[in-house]
């Protein structure tokens, strides 16, 4: 089985959408799980999706419209953190019929999506899904959380690239201080624990957190570290 390096490379090699299902499918049976989807809108509204969903239930989500009350959808949109199912409100009779069809076509249990915005209001979600107790579902997040992260905003980065007219931010080198204080913001640091570590103040860690953000073309500090990351500007 690939390592989760090895998929990451073959994603930045990848030249068509079809290689995002490819790597859908290598995410899904690396980390285990289920389900693993991505999908995209882009600036100019139309859609693309990706992932291990049978066709059979694509087609009925399709067949029902269910865009329009999915909660999963309709939850994350005003997000910008990746959220877990269960923190979604499923109290409406209709929600609650949506999730017993969708376990009822295999899209498990549980889930967690995490939301990723892009340039002139792309929005995308990459989604995994699978079937265990509520226990080995948040041991597995905790375990992996901060990595899919990175792995979503990589594929979302990668889905950007073809679309057309769509051109990459340059790549800009970052300052030392920039490098550290991202570095220890992708290792699980608080910003008052880099500031400390980097004996500056938070104000002045702002500062470089935000120029930093500004050169990589990142919408916020997790987007930053994702594409610092992704560009091996920083190692962690």
């Not at 570095?183 to 624990?193: D, E, I, V």
């Amino acid at each position: 089985m690939p390592s989760l390096d090895a998929i990451l490379e073959k994603l930045e090699q990848a030249r068509a959408l079809e290689d995002l299902q490819a790597a859908s499918e290598e995410l899904r049976d690396h980390y285990g799980v289920s389900h693993i989807v991505y999908h995209w809108v882009s600036s100019t509204g139309e859609q693309y999706g990706c992932g291990t969903y049978s066709m059979e239930w694509v087609e009925r989500y399709v067949e029902q419209d269910y865009l329009r009350t999915d909660p999963v959808i309709k939850g994350c949109y005003s997000r910008f953190h990746p959220i877990d199912w269960k923190q979604l409100d499923w109290s409406s009779k209709s929600a609650r019929q949506f999730q017993a069809e969708a376990i009822e076509y295999g899209v498990g249990n549980q889930g967690y999506s995490i939301p990723v915005r892009g340039p002139n209001g792309q929005f995308a979600l990459f989604t995994l899904c699978h079937d265990c107790s509520d226990e080995a579902w948040a041991q597995f997040i905790e375990k992996h959380r901060r990595e899919l992260i990175i792995v979503a905003h990589a594929m979302n980065q990668k889905a950007l690239e073809f679309e057309p007219g769509r051109e990459g931010p340059p790549i800009t080198a970052l300052s030392p201080r920039e490098v550290d204080a991202i570095t220890y913001l992708a290792q699980g640091y608080s910003r008052a624990q880099t500031a400390q570590t980097l004996s500056i103040s938070e104000h002045t860690l702002r500062v470089y957190i935000e120029s930093a953000r500004h050169k990589l073309g990142a919408l916020n500090t997790t987007h930053a570290v994702a594409r610092a990351m992704q560009r091996g500007l920083i190692m962690v």
